[in-house]
Structure formats: C-alpha cells, structure tokens
C-alpha cells in the first residue's frame, strides 16, 4: 500500500514564524501535491512537483514556497506564517506518466492554526 | 473554466436510501473524473473513477453516471450505510505538462441516519 505521511497533524505558530510542513511518501511517486482545504472550499493546489528539484505554482502559491530536495519528500514552507493561513494542509502524490497516473494518494494532513 | 460544480453542500440520507450528488464542468479537456471520500481526520481517498468515454461505472453499492453532452456526473450510493458517513469529492482531471492536475469540487457532507 502507499503510504503518504505528513510530520505533525497538529501544529500551532505564531504570526510571523517560519513554518516548515514536511511530507514523505514510500512508492517511489513521480509527482508530489499541496493542497489546503477549508471548509466550503474543498481542495484547492498550492504547489506541486513532478521531480527532485522542479516544482510549479497551483492556484493559490502566495505566501507558501516548496522544497523537493529528494524524490520522496516534499517540504511546503510558509515563510511568515498569517493568520489567514489556519487550515488543514494535506499532501498527496502520484505515480507519474500512463494510465493510472491520475490517482492521488493523500496523507492524513496537518491541521495548522497561526495566532 | 477549470471549475468543478458541486452540489448538494449536505446530504442526509436514511439508512438503505440512495445517496445522489451531482457534479458539472466546463472544460471538455478533462479527460478522467475521479471521486474521493474523506472520513474525519482523514486524507482523501479514490473512490471510483470514470473516463468520459464510458456513461456508467458501477463498483459494488456506488455507480458513477457520466453524461458528456451535458458535461455532468453523479455518484449515487445505493443501500447507504451509516459507514457511508463522509464528505465526498467529485473532481476532473488532465493532463498538464508532465503533471494530471486535480481541480476538486468543494465537498459534499453526507449523513446517513441509522
């Protein structure tokens, strides 16, 4: 089975403070997500990778950078962490090209409030 | 364009009804529209997918209606079960570049009562 992990599920930061969300996954995935979730919102793309070193903006990439120093972790960083940034932060990965690259697998999330 | 129409929000069902959520897009460039459920505390997990080529998928108590003219899908839980209890996501899928990018519709939170 694919095994997505995520290093905290809880996490609470001060206004201003560097943060650093780190994800881990064991098949040997091409591709690595971040998502944030919110409620009435969904899932919506942070930033993504489809290799070590490359990475490329999702939908809402303000005020978050990534880090994919290895195939199998991807770090998500908040560089001055703000309030509007409380949410559930959820890492997910795929396996690359061909016809069941389209799955995701996510990990359990990091519930992330800033205060 | 890249949106993904989910509705309804909530649902409550009674145990043994069938569960219907709908799902719309726009964009004819999705070419696989899989559906995730996420239990409390939980990432999302795949539920059934379907492929735009097909109009119906079935997999046990869940079936994927696909209707392309109309550019829309439902899922639909027969014999729901209060371990259905969930919030579920349509979502739609392409490739772009050398990633299949997700677009998620925003969740619907389904209780079945026992």
């Known amino acids: 089975d694919v095994k997505v992990t995520q290093s905290s599920r809880y996490l609470v930061k001060r206004t201003g403070e560097k943060v650093f969300l780190e994800c881990v996954q064991d098949?040997?995935?091409?591709?690595m997500f971040w998502y944030r979730q919110d409620p009435g919102l969904g899932l919506r793309l942070i930033y993504f990778?489809?290799?070590?070193?490359?990475?490329e903006k999702g939908d809402i990439p303000e005020g978050y950078s990534v880090s994919r120093e290895k195939k199998e972790r991807f770090s998500l960083i908040l560089e001055s962490a703000s309030t509007n940034q409380t949410s559930m932060y959820l890492c997910?990965?795929?396996?690359?090209?061909?016809?069941?690259?389209?799955?995701?697998?996510f990990g359990p999330g990091t519930r992330l409030t800033v205060t | 364009q890249q949106q993904v129409k989910q509705s309804p929000q909530s649902l409550i069902v009674q145990k043994g009804g069938i569960s219907i959520i709908n799902c719309a897009y726009e964009?004819?460039?999705?070419?696989?529209f899989p559906w995730y459920q996420q239990f409390p505390g939980k990432g999302p997990a795949l539920l059934i997918a379907?492929?735009?080529?097909?109009s119906e998928k079935k997999e046990g108590r869940f079936t994927i209606s696909f209707n392309k003219s109309a550019k829309q899908f439902s899922l639909h839980i027969m014999d729901s079960q209060p371990g259905d209890s969930a919030t579920y996501f349509c979502?739609?899928?392409?490739?772009?570049?050398?990633?299949?990018?997700?677009?998620f519709g925003k969740g619907t939170r389904l209780h079945i009562l026992p």
């Open positions: 997910a990965s795929s396996l690359g090209t061909g016809e069941i690259s389209y799955e995701q697998y």
């Open positions: 098949m040997d995935h091409e591709n």
């Open positions: 990778s489809y290799d070590v070193k490359m990475k």
């Open positions: 964009n004819t460039a999705f070419d696989y």
């Open positions: 379907i492929r735009p080529d097909v």
């Open positions: 979502a739609a899928s392409m490739e772009q570049g050398r990633v299949d990018k997700i677009i």
